[in-house]
């Protein structure tokens, strides 16, 4: 039984996020789906969400009759002549006709924030996605500048070894065996650095995964195909009827233009009717009986004359609500545009940079082998030699950058394009 039991809280563990997660690999989309179902921040939104249109959908109830019902019951003694009980009730209805326009428009306003909290909640999905690609290629980076420091070490280690079987041989100096071991350190140390930078992207990559911060994480190589850039032109319209803030910007506009109609509402008469039942009675058991009973009905009609300047400054704070809507929206309409060519030229420049980045890799590992061979035979300095590898180093480094800097920069434009 004590078996069964712990068995049983075994597997429930293994079930729970972030609870000694398994150490195959974790694809790219395997982590956008984690990310999508446990991220803490997404939960929060997605309460924050409900939570809006909770109170979009309340507004509902200004269309909707009011009733009432109350029962009461007592005793009196008037002028000492003994005490009387005496019971009463009332059920009182009453329902709003009309009013301006102020209930319409702003069920129509509540409709548009329920839309609207749902569009922040997309938002909120795609920023997650983004969130999650850019620590998932910035783990892969470091990961990657990792084992090129280490690949580093391992060569440093060569060449020092190589330079202290020349120094035997009195063809290296003593200054030569002390630059190779400077180098191994320096090597030593990016390794350090690598491993302390690897462990913080870990911790946040687990983070937004909503997992344990140190939970153990081993993702799975991508596939690099080539990164198609688009022109401004091509996905223009896209973007502008996409994005999430312009979509969120533009629904505000639509709210601000009914909350003048709304303030504008002031002016107005209302009508409104109201009916009413109520009886009173000596004893408990007549209060429902019909020949002490009344009952009413009517209609009223309200109209406010004057208020002060309560409902022209209503109106005149509106109008000035709906002009700043409308001026965030034309401005996020230029800074989106900008933002889209700053990100497609950025797009183009990495992806440039990844071919030449590329050819001078190849470059430098060719030059090294060459200048390893060359400082052999005594044709090359140990200078050189370190100087061609530091400069084979930074290639394969800045590939790395660049590679993982375009995948982060694409999928900033999806995100621009309100897609994940």
């Given at each position: 039984?004590?078996?069964?039991?712990?068995?049983?809280?075994?597997?429930?563990g293994?079930?729970?996020?972030?609870?000694?997660?398994?150490s195959?690999?974790?694809?790219?989309?395997?982590?956008?789906?984690?990310?999508l179902?446990?991220?803490?921040?997404l939960?929060?939104?997605?309460?924050?969400?409900?939570?809006?249109?909770?109170?979009?959908?309340?507004?509902?109830?200004?269309?909707?009759?009011?009733?009432?019902?109350?029962?009461?019951?007592?005793?009196?003694?008037?002028?000492?002549?003994?005490?009387?009980?005496?019971?009463?009730?009332?059920?009182?209805?009453?329902?709003?006709?009309?009013?301006?326009?102020?209930?319409?428009?702003?069920?129509?306003?509540?409709?548009?924030?329920?839309?609207?909290?749902?569009?922040?909640?997309?938002?909120?999905?795609?920023?997650?996605?983004?969130?999650?690609?850019?620590?998932?290629?910035?783990?892969?980076?470091?990961q990657?500048?990792?084992?090129?420091?280490?690949?580093?070490?391992?060569?440093?280690?060569?060449?020092?070894?190589?330079?202290?079987?020349?120094?035997?041989l009195?063809?290296?100096?003593?200054?030569?065996?002390?630059?190779?071991?400077?180098?191994?350190?320096?090597?030593?140390?990016?390794?350090?650095?690598?491993?302390?930078d690897?462990k913080?992207?870990?911790?946040?990559?687990?983070?937004?995964l909503?997992?344990?911060?140190?939970?153990?994480?081993?993702?799975?190589?991508?596939?690099?195909?080539?990164?198609?850039?688009?022109t401004?032109?091509?996905i223009?319209?896209?973007?502008?009827?996409s994005?999430?803030?312009?979509?969120?910007?533009?629904?505000?506009?639509?709210?601000?233009?009914?909350?003048?109609k709304?303030?504008?509402?002031?002016?107005?008469?209302?009508?409104?009717?109201?009916?009413?039942?109520?009886?009173?009675?000596?004893?408990?058991?007549?209060?429902?009986?019909?020949?002490?009973s009344?009952k009413?009905?009517?209609?009223?009609?309200?109209?406010?004359?004057?208020?002060?300047?309560?409902?022209?400054?209503?109106?005149?704070?509106?109008?000035?609500?709906?002009?700043m809507?409308?001026e965030?929206?034309?401005?996020?309409?230029?800074?989106?545009r900008?933002?889209?060519?700053?990100?497609?030229?950025?797009?183009?420049?990495?992806?440039?940079?990844?071919?030449?980045?590329?050819?001078?890799?190849?470059?430098?590992?060719?030059?090294?082998?060459?200048?390893?061979?060359?400082?052999?035979?005594?044709?090359?300095?140990?200078?050189?030699?370190?100087?061609?590898?530091?400069?084979?180093e930074?290639?394969?480094?800045?590939?790395?950058?660049?590679?993982?800097?375009?995948?982060?920069?694409?999928?900033?434009?999806?995100?621009?394009?309100?897609?994940?």
């Amino acid at each position: 039984m004590r078996l069964k039991t712990i068995g049983s809280l075994l597997i429930i563990g293994f079930c729970l996020p972030g609870f000694s997660q398994s150490s195959s690999p974790i694809t790219l989309d395997d982590c956008i789906q984690i990310g999508l179902e446990h991220n803490q921040s997404l939960k929060i939104n997605r309460f924050e969400t409900d939570r809006s249109v909770s109170q979009a959908k309340s507004n509902i109830g200004m269309v909707l009759p009011v009733v009432n019902f109350s029962l009461s019951g007592g005793s009196s003694d008037m002028f000492g002549l003994g005490w009387n009980d005496s019971y009463s009730n009332s059920l009182t209805l009453s329902q709003n006709i009309w009013d301006g326009g102020a209930w319409w428009n702003t069920l129509k306003s509540a409709k548009i924030a329920q839309d609207a909290a749902n569009i922040q909640y997309d938002s909120y999905e795609v920023n997650t996605v983004y969130s999650v690609k850019a620590a998932y290629y910035s783990y892969l980076s470091t990961q990657q500048l990792l084992d090129v420091y280490r690949e580093n070490q391992t060569t440093s280690e060569y060449q020092h070894q190589l330079t202290l079987e020349r120094f035997k041989l009195g063809a290296a100096s003593q200054n030569d065996t002390l630059r190779t071991r400077v180098n191994i350190e320096n090597s030593r140390l990016q390794i350090i650095n690598g491993e302390v930078d690897l462990k913080s992207k870990s911790r946040n990559l687990n983070i937004i995964l909503g997992r344990d911060a140190d939970a153990s994480l081993t993702l799975a190589e991508p596939t690099w195909e080539e990164v198609q850039v688009p022109t401004v032109d091509q996905i223009l319209d896209e973007v502008l009827s996409s994005n999430h803030s312009l979509k969120l910007l533009d629904q505000n506009k639509e709210i601000m233009a009914y909350n003048v109609k709304i303030a504008r509402a002031g002016y107005m008469p209302s009508l409104a009717f109201s009916a009413s039942y109520r009886n009173s009675a000596a004893a408990m058991g007549d209060i429902f009986g019909e020949t002490t009973s009344t009952k009413s009905a009517g209609l009223s009609l309200s109209w406010n004359l004057f208020n002060g300047t309560r409902t022209s400054r209503g109106v005149e704070q509106g109008k000035i609500n709906a002009k700043m809507a409308e001026e965030n929206y034309d401005l996020s309409v230029r800074k989106l545009r900008k933002e889209l060519a700053q990100t497609l030229e950025q797009m183009d420049a990495l992806k440039e940079s990844v071919k030449i980045s590329q050819l001078i890799l190849t470059a430098s590992e060719q030059d090294l082998l060459l200048a390893q061979e060359q400082y052999k035979i005594g044709s090359l300095s140990i200078l050189d030699v370190l100087r061609i590898t530091a400069s084979y180093e930074d290639a394969k480094s800045n590939l790395i950058r660049t590679q993982h800097n375009l995948k982060v920069a694409e999928a900033g434009l999806l995100q621009l394009m309100g897609k994940r």
